[in-house]
């Protein structure tokens, strides 16, 4: 089988591709020519004490698997809870409710499973504050202005929310031009989510962004000095003195290498709680007193979220929380067993479940998302479908700002120092590839094509209203069998014949971080 593989130099620029042909000299050349991942020496690529033995474990008793997955996480609360405390965070905090002050930008970078979550964390910033136009209508146009006031990008562009783009991370200059057609500047805040910094594009992304006078933080997730000896274009960050690190080193991931698991958790809650908190602060201020019995609880105080945090953990870890989640699992293990797939259908929250299944392709080598019109390719395991509106519609609400392709041509590419391959072939990671997806409710036959394919229908904090399972119930017959999985606050009374409950008690905030 041949391979491509691209001669990279410790700043993050590809110097050449080969084309090697067996996996021997692939290996090889990894080894005297790729030094630069040689990553045996940084934290989050090693395994984890606490996970060892998974694959057995799970296999006899998936709950007690589960309940070592879930160990994994066991310092997120101690390691933020100390990060909340730093000059750093509390910057960050004071930074974005100023962004929110003078109408400036706010930009979340990075790439893989942290770019996805960039785009969630975009996404909740949107949906909070339009949100707030139905409550406090005469405040529309301060709502509006403050809603665009976030952005976000994800190397490879918006397409690869629904699937990876290979080898952009490998590029400092594509992470810079990202930065330039972000339009920022002084005032403006760009806050790089990075796990080791190997992707090069997110390192040009601050580094740009620096240049262009942003204020510029950039959280990390492993120890400093080990990264800095190792890696040469993490250095180049850190010897930045107007660039803000934050760290949040949370250990080794519960799948070996897999940062879609506590690092990108951490990201989350630490980058989630700046937003939250930034967010109440503005509203105390510039709100009336009535006004504010209406937007409700805006954030929890900084310490309250790694309280909330490990309160979450401990209930998916016991109880009947516990017993859901190992019948979910179990439900859906069964129908990949049998060769079967598994669509998951939600309005509410399907930006938050393509984030996940997205990832499973490059994390377990599972087959992408496929295009709707595509009769060749293998289908995904996994997919997800939005019940109550059609595709194009679908999307902006996923997203909740246009659709941001890369439209690069040829010449760009040979600007930006990319390999000749990309350079002759420039992928397709333009704004209209995201709509060749059908994660709408149009009916999608591909879905139910072989047996067993199941329905499983998310009812997170009762968002399973009426119509979404009028569409449940409509095509139910189609899959064959389906599950409605109830989480969160679980409203009273049965909604479908056949459900699992995972019930969990967790503070409502503004973006609903906790959810």
């Given at each position: 089988m041949a391979k491509i593989i691209f001669h990279i130099n410790e700043r993050g620029t590809i110097l050449e591709y080969k084309n090697i042909t067996n996996y021997k000299d692939a290996a090889k050349d990894f080894i005297e020519n790729e030094k630069q991942f040689h990553l045996g020496v940084i934290p989050t690529e090693q395994s984890?004490?606490?996970?060892?033995?998974?694959?057995?474990?799970?296999?006899?008793?998936?709950?007690?698997?589960?309940?070592?997955?879930?160990?994994?996480?066991?310092?997120?609360?101690?390691?933020?809870?100390?990060?909340?405390?730093?000059?750093?965070?509390?910057?960050?905090?004071?930074?974005?409710?100023?962004?929110?002050?003078?109408?400036?930008?706010?930009?979340?970078?990075?790439?893989?499973?942290?770019?996805?979550?960039?785009?969630?964390?975009?996404?909740?910033?949107?949906?909070?504050?339009?949100?707030?136009?139905?409550?406090?209508?005469?405040?529309?146009?301060?709502?509006?202005?403050?809603?665009?006031?976030?952005?976000?990008?994800?190397?490879?562009?918006?397409?690869?929310l629904v699937r990876s783009v290979e080898n952009f991370e490998d590029y400092m200059t594509f992470g810079r031009q990202q930065v330039v057609e972000a339009g920022v500047g002084k005032g403006d805040v760009l806050v790089g989510l990075a796990e080791c910094g190997l992707s090069a594009s997110i390192n040009g992304s601050v580094l740009e962004a620096d240049d262009r006078g942003c204020t510029t933080y950039y959280l990390y997730c492993n120890p400093k000095e080990i990264l800095c000896k190792h890696l040469d274009r993490v250095r180049?960050?850190?010897?930045?003195?107007?660039?803000?690190?934050?760290?949040?080193?949370?250990?080794?991931?519960?799948?070996?290498?897999?940062?879609?698991?506590?690092?990108?958790?951490?990201?989350?809650?630490?980058?989630?709680?700046?937003?939250?908190?930034?967010?109440?602060?503005?509203?105390?201020?510039?709100?009336?007193?009535?006004?504010?019995?209406?937007?409700?609880?805006?954030?929890?105080?900084?310490?309250?979220?790694?309280?909330?945090?490990?309160?979450?953990?401990?209930?998916?870890?016991?109880?009947?929380?516990?017993?859901?989640?190992?019948?979910?699992?179990?439900?859906?293990?069964?129908?990949?067993?049998?060769?079967?797939?598994?669509?998951?259908?939600?309005?509410?929250?399907?930006?938050?479940?393509?984030?996940?299944?997205?990832?499973?392709?490059?994390?377990?080598?599972?087959?992408?998302?496929?295009?709707?019109?595509?009769?060749?390719?293998?289908?995904?395991?996994?997919?997800?479908?939005?019940?109550l509106y059609p595709g194009t519609v679908a999307w902006q609400h996923v997203y909740r700002r246009p659709i941001k392709g890369l439209e690069w041509t040829s010449e760009d590419y040979v600007r930006m120092e990319a390999a000749q391959a990309i350079i002759d072939n420039p992928p397709s990671v333009g704004a209209e590839e995201v709509y060749e997806y059908c994660v709408g409710n149009e009916d999608d036959p591909s879905r139910y094509s072989r047996k067993p394919s199941n329905l499983v229908c998310m009812d997170i904090n009762g968002s399973a209203n009426a119509d979404v399972l009028a569409w449940y119930n409509k095509y139910l017959p189609s899959f064959g069998g389906g599950v409605v999985i109830r989480m969160g606050n679980i409203p009273e009374g049965k909604i479908a014949e056949n459900e699992i409950y995972i019930p969990v008690e967790i503070p409502r905030t503004c973006t609903e971080l906790m959810t």
């Open positions: 984890n004490p606490r996970t060892r033995n998974l694959s057995a474990t799970i296999a006899k008793d998936t709950a007690a698997g589960i309940k070592m997955i879930l160990s994994a996480d066991t310092d997120i609360p101690t390691v933020t809870a100390k990060a909340f405390e730093t000059p750093e965070f509390k910057s960050l905090v004071k930074d974005i409710k100023r962004v929110i002050t003078e109408r400036k930008k706010v930009v979340f970078s990075s790439v893989g499973a942290s770019g996805r979550m960039a785009i969630q964390l975009d996404g909740a910033w949107r949906l909070f504050w339009t949100s707030l136009i139905n409550k406090l209508p005469t405040r529309k146009e301060e709502f509006v202005e403050i809603c665009e006031c976030c952005n976000s990008f994800t190397t490879g562009g918006d397409r690869a180049v960050v850190f010897e930045r003195p107007n660039i803000i690190p934050i760290s949040i080193f949370v250990g080794n991931m519960a799948l070996t290498g897999s940062t879609r698991m506590q690092v990108t958790t951490v990201e989350l809650l630490t980058a989630g709680a700046a937003i939250e908190l930034a967010c109440a602060e503005w509203l105390n201020e510039n709100l009336t007193a009535d006004e504010l019995k209406v937007v409700g609880v805006a954030a929890l105080k900084s310490e309250e979220y790694p309280k909330a945090f490990q309160k979450l953990l401990d209930t998916l870890s016991s109880g009947a929380a516990l017993e859901g989640l190992t019948k979910a699992v179990e439900f859906e293990t069964a129908t990949y067993k049998a060769n079967g797939l598994i669509t998951y259908l939600t309005h509410d929250y399907l930006l938050d479940i393509l984030t996940d299944t997205t990832e499973r392709q490059p994390t377990f080598t599972l087959p992408p998302f496929r295009k709707f019109a595509d009769t060749t390719s293998a289908i995904s395991w996994a997919y997800a479908k939005d019940p």
